[in-house]
């Protein structure tokens, strides 16, 4: 399975942002983790096949919101309200082996090539 990221871009803060995630097959459990200049990488969000089961990272609950079209085998995060410190490389994940909302990056068994999210202050 093959994951295309895009969406992101530069925006001021409290502005919004919606990234995609395109994958080339069909897949279970699909998240979202983001990586910022001198840090780990750290979940944001994830989503199981069905859509009812969503997790989120502290931080975003209330301002992201994570969707899935299992159609087009894709997954969206639509980000609102951003800070700062939401500044960071965003990773699409996706599993093939493991249904749920997991927030543990070994659960994921294919990763997209990252797009960068700017916001300004």
């Known amino acids: 399975v093959q994951l295309q990221a895009s969406g992101g871009g530069l925006v001021q803060a409290g502005g919004s942002l919606r990234l995609s995630c395109a994958a080339s097959?069909?897949?279970?459990?699909m998240g979202w983790f983001r990586q910022a200049p001198g840090k780990e990488r750290e979940f944001v969000a994830a989503?199981?096949?069905?859509?009812?089961?969503?997790s989120y990272q502290d931080s975003v609950k209330e301002r992201f919101t994570i969707s899935r079209d299992n159609a087009k085998n894709a997954v969206d995060l639509q980000m609102s309200s951003l800070k700062p410190e939401d500044t960071a490389v965003y990773y699409c994940a996706a599993s093939v082996t493991h249904n749920g909302n997991s927030q543990n990056e070994n659960a994921y068994n294919y990763w997209g090539q990252g797009t960068q999210v700017t916001v300004s202050s």
């Open positions: 097959g069909r897949t279970l459990s």
């Open positions: 989503i199981s096949r069905g859509g009812a089961g969503t």
